[in-house]
């Protein structure tokens, strides 16, 4: 199983990432793409949340981060 954050919203101000599924194909494992979204109230520099403790939840993609692939290895899907 793969658990992700896909947004944040404290009062007014929220964080969205993208989301993209990539169908199996014969050949070809599925893919789980986390891409940059939006900020509304927040930019790198005013972000109140430090860095994410390993709660089994894989953090959110912020919007001034790195886009994430997670592709199907089996049994999982993988980074």
Same mark, same amino acid.
């Given at each position: 199983?793969?658990?992700?954050?896909?947004?944040? /919203?404290?009062?007014?101000?929220?964080?969205? /990432? =993208? #989301?993209?599924?990539?169908?199996? $194909?014969?050949?070809? @494992?599925? =893919?789980? *793409? #986390?891409?940059?979204?939006? /900020?509304?109230?927040?930019?790198?520099?005013?972000? @109140?949340?430090?860095?994410? /403790?390993?709660?089994?939840?894989?953090? #959110?993609? #912020?919007? !001034?981060? $790195?886009?994430?692939?997670?592709? !199907? *290895?089996?049994? $999982?899907?993988?980074?």
């Amino acid at each position: 199983m793969l658990t992700v954050e896909t947004a944040r /919203a404290m009062e007014s101000s929220r964080v969205e /990432a =993208q #989301l993209r599924i990539v169908t199996a $194909k014969p050949g070809t @494992p599925g =893919q789980i *793409g #986390l891409m940059r979204g939006t /900020a509304k109230g927040w930019t790198e520099k005013t972000w @109140p949340f430090g860095k994410e /403790a390993d709660t089994g939840i894989e953090p #959110l993609v #912020l919007p !001034w981060g $790195k886009d994430v692939t997670y592709t !199907w *290895g089996g049994d $999982k899907f993988v980074h």
